[in-house]
T-cell receptor, first 114, second 114 residues
Framework: ETGVTQTPRHLVMGMTNKKSLKCEQHLGHNAMYWYKQSAKKPLELMFVYSLEERVENNSVPSRFSPECPNSSHLFLHLHTLQPEDSALYLC?????????????FGPGTRLTVT | QQQVKQSPQSLIVQKGGISIINCAYENTAFDYFPWYQQFPGKGPALLIAIRPDVSEKKEGRFTISFNKSAKQFSLHIMDSQPGDSATYFCAASPSGTSYGKLTFGQGTILTVHP
C-alpha cells in the first residue's frame, strides 16, 4: 500500500448506528487531517492531529469523535448521525515543518446516513 | 475573513483552449496558495502552488498568476485536454503553524470537450 488509504470506501448507516472510518498513511508524515466534502461546498476541515496530538477541532459536533493512536493511523468514530452528515469524508496527511504545507489526500469514504 | 471565493462553479472548454479559474481571499495572513485537482472517486491531489513572493509560477501547461495587492490568484490551463476534465480547488494557508491549515474554495468543475 502506498500513499493514504481509507476504509471503508462506502458506508451506509442508520441514525442510531455506531461506525468508524479508518485512515492509514504510508508516507512517514506526522500530521493527519479529517475533512468533510459536501456537494457544492468547500472542503471543511474537521480535525487536525500533529505528532498524535489534536491541534484543531473546528466546531465539529460531538457525534464525530476522532482518534489518532499513532502517527500512521487516524480514525473517525461516528454515532447518532444526522442525514445532513452524509458526505465524502477525506483523510489527509502532511509532514509538519516550516513552510511545508503540502497535504496528501486519501480517496475518501462516501457516507450515507439513512 | 477565512473564506476563499472561487469562480466559476463550472467551466466548459474545447480541446486546445485555455481554462481560467479565479480565486480571491481576504485574510492577509495567507502565504501559501495551492491548487488541487480531483477526479471522480479520488481524493484531491496537489497540482501546483505559489507563495506571495512571486507573481507567476508555471509547471508544464499549468500556470498560477498571483496578484498580492488585489488578493487574487488564478489557474490557467493552456492547451486544455479531455484528460484535464476534473474538479479544481484553490486553497490558502496562513503562516504561523507547523502544519497545513488549508481553507478551500468551492471548486470548479472543468469539462474539456474533444
Amino acid at each position: 500500500e502506498t500513499g493514504v488509504t481509507q476504509t471503508p470506501r462506502h458506508l451506509v448507516m442508520g441514525m442510531t448506528n455506531k461506525k468508524s472510518l479508518k485512515c492509514e498513511q504510508h508516507l512517514g508524515h506526522n500530521a493527519m487531517y479529517w475533512y468533510k466534502q459536501s456537494a457544492k461546498k468547500p472542503l471543511e476541515l474537521m480535525f487536525v492531529y500533529s505528532l498524535e496530538e489534536r491541534v484543531e477541532n473546528n466546531s465539529v459536533p460531538s457525534r464525530f469523535s476522532p482518534e489518532c493512536p499513532n502517527s500512521s493511523h487516524l480514525f473517525l468514530h461516528l454515532h447518532t448521525l444526522q442525514p445532513e452528515d452524509s458526505a465524502l469524508y477525506l483523510c489527509a496527511s502532511s509532514q509538519p515543518g516550516t513552510g511545508v504545507y503540502e497535504q496528501y489526500f486519501g480517496p475518501g469514504t462516501r457516507l450515507t446516513v439513512t | 475573513q477565512q473564506q476563499v471565493k472561487q469562480s466559476p462553479q463550472s467551466l466548459i472548454v474545447q480541446k486546445g483552449g485555455i481554462s481560467i479559474i479565479n480565486c480571491a481571499y481576504e485574510n492577509t495572513a495567507f502565504d501559501y496558495f495551492p491548487w488541487y485537482q480531483q477526479f471522480p472517486g479520488k481524493g484531491p491531489a496537489l497540482l501546483i502552488a505559489i507563495r506571495p513572493d512571486v507573481s507567476e509560477k508555471k509547471e508544464g501547461r499549468f500556470t498560477i498568476s498571483f496578484n498580492k495587492s488585489a488578493k487574487q490568484f488564478s489557474l490557467h490551463i493552456m492547451d486544455s485536454q479531455p484528460g484535464d476534465s476534473a474538479t479544481y480547488f484553490c486553497a490558502a494557508s496562513p503562516s504561523g503553524t507547523s502544519y497545513g491549515k488549508l481553507t478551500f474554495g468551492q471548486g470548479t468543475i472543468l469539462t474539456v470537450h474533444p
